[in-house]
C-alpha cells in the first residue's frame, strides 16, 4: 500500500452536517490554524443530510427559548439529558440556520415573511441541495483541505498515563492506500451505528433502512478502543417509520394531521403517550394484542394535502412517492401502513455517544465530539448538529496552544503497527475468509444475534438479562472471528474494520443494556425482568474500557448550572 504522513493543526473526522459546520467556524475565526477534514464518502453527499431533508426540526419560533426547548427535550427522553448540553446547543439555532439561508438553502415563508412552521419547533425547507450547498461553503476557506473516500479506522494516542489524542490512522476506500494523521485537536463528528441489528427488510433491500447504511459507529469504536468514557447507549432508537419503504412519518403526521389508528379503525396514540418512545411503543404494542397492522390515517386528505405529500417526499425520500404512484394507493384513498425499525445508536436523536462537557470535550485531552458522535443531547436534529459543531470548534481553537504538535517518532511504532495490520488482511487469491467466515456472514450472524437476544424486531423490542448474557458471549465469540479475516481485494478491506467497529459498538450497547436495569424508553426496548420504570436509574449510565474490559460508570444527572 502506499503510505501518506499528513499533518494539521485540527483534524475532523467525519464530513457530515457538524464536520462541515465546525471546519467552517474554526477557519472563518482562524484563517491561519490548519483544518483538515476527512470524509469516507464525499461531502457533496455524505452523511444523514446525503439525500435532502425537507425541514429542519429544532428551531426556536417568537418568543421561544432555549429553557423551551430543554423542557421539551427532557420529557421525550425521561429526564436523561445533559441540561448544560441541550442549553448550549438551542442557543445556537438561530445563528446556524441564519447562516445556512445564507449560504442559499431555501426556507419556506408565511405571508408575513416570517418563517412556515411545521410543528412547535420545526420550520419547512426546500432541502434537497442541502448539502452541496455546506460542501460548497467548505471549498471557500483556502485553510480547509478536505480528504474525500478516506476511512479513519484508529486514534493516534500518546502517554502511558493520561492519554492525548494526537491524530488517526486509515485507509483509501480503495485500499490502494495507507494514511496517518497527526493533528493538534482531533474532532469526532461522525455518525451513529445502523446496521447492528437485523433489518426491516432482508436481502437485497437490506440496506433499505431509516438510517444511512453506512454509518457503522465508526466515531464511537475509536473512542471506545482509545479509551473515551461512553454515556447512555442503552438509549436506543426506533424509529416509527412507512412500512417497507422505511420513509420517515412526520411529514405526514404534522403536515396533514394524520393520526395513529389500529386495524379496528381506533386511535390510539394517547394511551402509549406522544412522546418520540411512545410513539413507536404504540405500533408495537397495538401489534403485540392482535390489533395491527397499524396505519396513519390519511385517507379522505384534499387533492391538495396529497400532492404536498408528494412533492414533500421527494426532497429527502423519494422511495415513498414513487411506491404511491406505483402501488396506485395514493395516501387520499388508501391509509398508510406504519412499523417500527430495528434500533439505532444515534446521538443526534437521543443520548448517545461520547460523555463531553460544554465545550464537547471528551474524556480524552485532544479529541472533541460533535453531532451524532456527542452524548447527552437528544433531540439535535440539522441545526443542533451544525451548532454543536460550532462549539466545538470555538473549543478547539481555544485549546490550541496548550495542544502542541506531536512528533512522529512518538507514534511512528502505533502507525507502521496499524499499516502492517491493514497489509495482512489483502491476500489476493483467498476467498475472503477467515476461520471459515467471510465479512458479510460474520455480519449477518452479528445481526442475528442482536435481534434475538438483545431486543431487535424479532421480540418486539424485548430483552432480559439472560439473553442479554448470551447475546455478550455471542458478540465476543463473533468479535474474536473477525480478527481472523482477510480480503482478496483491496477495495474490500474497509469492509473488515466496518465490523469490527459495529462489533465493539454492539459489545458496549449490551453492557449498557445490562447495567440499565428498569424500562424507561418502552418503545426503544422493554427489559421484560424489570418491566417499570424505576427512578433509582434516574442517572448516566457510562462505561470506559480498560485493559480490554468494559467499566461501568454511573453518574448522576446535571441539572442547569452544574458542571
Not at 440496506?207 to 444511512?212: A, E, G, R, V
Not at 406505483?326 to 395516501?331: D, I, L, V, Y
Request: hydrophobic share 40%.
Amino acid at each position: 500500500m502506499e503510505k501518506k504522513l499528513l499533518t494539521t493543526d485540527i483534524l475532523i473526522i467525519g464530513g457530515g452536517t457538524a464536520g462541515c459546520y465546525a471546519a467552517v467556524t474554526a477557519a472563518r475565526k482562524a484563517p491561519d490554524v490548519r483544518i483538515l477534514v476527512a470524509e469516507k464518502a464525499n461531502i457533496q453527499r455524505s452523511g444523514c443530510l446525503a439525500a435532502g431533508v425537507n425541514a429542519l426540526n429544532a428551531w426556536l419560533g417568537e418568543g421561544q427559548t432555549p429553557q423551551d426547548y430543554l423542557d421539551y427535550v427532557r420529557r421525550d427522553a425521561e429526564e436523561i439529558v445533559r441540561d448544560d448540553l441541550v442549553l448550549s446547543m438551542a442557543g445556537g439555532f438561530r445563528d446556524a440556520v441564519t447562516d445556512l439561508e445564507k449560504m442559499g438553502l431555501v426556507i419556506q415563508k408565511n405571508a408575513d415573511g416570517s418563517y412556515a412552521a411545521r410543528g412547535r419547533y420545526n420550520i419547512r425547507i426546500n432541502g434537497e441541495n442541502i448539502k452541496p450547498l455546506l460542501a460548497a461553503e467548505v471549498a471557500r476557506y483556502p485553510n480547509i483541505t478536505v480528504l474525500n473516500h478516506v476511512i479513519l479506522t484508529d486514534l493516534l494516542t500518546t502517554g502511558s498515563g493520561e492519554k492525548h489524542v494526537c491524530g488517526a490512522v486509515g485507509m483509501s476506500a480503495d485500499g490502494t492506500g495507507a494514511l496517518a494523521v497527526l493533528a493538534r485537536a482531533v474532532l469526532a463528528a461522525t455518525g451513529g451505528a445502523a446496521g447492528l441489528y437485523r433489518p426491516n427488510n432482508p436481502g437485497f433491500s437490506r440496506h433499505k433502512m431509516w438510517y444511512p447504511p453506512f454509518n457503522t459507529g465508526a466515531g464511537y469504536a475509536m473512542g471506545i478502543r482509545a479509551g473515551a468514557e461512553m454515556t447512555s447507549f442503552e438509549m436506543r432508537f426506533v424509529a416509527q417509520r412507512c412500512k417497507d419503504t422505511i420513509a420517515p412519518t412526520g411529514t405526514i403526521a404534522l403536515g396533514v394531521g394524520a393520526r395513529e389508528i389500529n386495524a379496528r379503525g381506533e386511535i390510539f396514540e394517547e394511551k402509549y403517550g406522544l412522546s418520540t418512545s411512545g410513539r413507536a411503543h404504540g405500533v408495537t404494542g397495538e401489534n403485540r394484542l392482535g390489533r395491527g397492522p397499524c396505519f396513519l390515517r390519511t385517507k379522505g386528505i384534499s387533492g391538495q394535502q396529497e400532492q404536498g405529500l408528494l412533492r414533500a417526499y421527494l426532497n429527502m425520500a423519494p422511495a415513498q412517492t414513487l411506491h404511491w404512484i406505483e402501488s396506485g394507493r395514493m395516501p387520499s384513498v388508501s391509509n398508510v401502513e406504519i412499523e417500527g425499525t430495528e434500533p439505532y445508536i444515534v446521538g443526534g436523536h437521543t443520548g448517545s455517544g461520547f460523555w463531553v462537557d460544554r465545550g464537547r470535550r471528551t474524556t480524552i485531552r485532544g479529541l472533541y465530539a460533535a453531532g451524532d458522535a456527542a452524548g447527552g443531547a437528544p433531540k439535535k436534529f440539522v441545526p443542533g448538529a451544525l451548532a454543536e459543531g460550532g462549539i466545538a470548534a470555538l473549543t478547539m481553537l481555544d485549546d490550541l496552544p496548550d495542544l502542541q504538535q506531536v512528533r512522529w517518532d512518538s507514534v511512528d511504532g502505533q502507525v507502521q503497527s496499524f499499516f502492517a495490520d491493514y497489509e495482512s488482511r489483502i491476500r489476493p487469491g483467498s476467498a475472503g475468509t477467515g476461520s471459515g467466515n467471510d465479512v458479510f456472514g460474520l455480519e449477518e450472524a452479528m445481526q442475528k444475534v442482536m435481534d434475538e437476544y438483545a431486543g431487535g424486531i424479532r421480540t418486539g423490542y424485548r430483552y432480559s438479562a439472560a439473553r442479554l448474557e448470551l447475546a455478550q458471549e455471542r458478540i465476543l465469540e463473533l468479535r474474536g472471528l473477525a480478527e481472523t479475516l482477510t480480503v482478496s481485494s483491496a477495495e474490500d478491506l474497509y469492509r473488515i474494520y466496518e465490523l469490527l467497529d459495529r462489533l465493539d459498538v454492539c459489545r458496549t450497547l449490551i453492557a449498557h443494556m445490562q447495567a440499565r436495569r428498569e424500562t424507561r424508553w418502552p418503545g426503544f426496548g422493554i427489559h421484560t425482568d424489570h418491566p417499570d420504570r424505576d427512578d433509582r436509574f434516574a442517572l448516566f449510565i457510562n462505561s470506559v474500557v480498560r485493559d480490554g474490559e468494559i467499566r461501568m460508570v454511573f453518574r448522576p444527572l446535571q441539572k442547569r448550572g452544574e458542571k
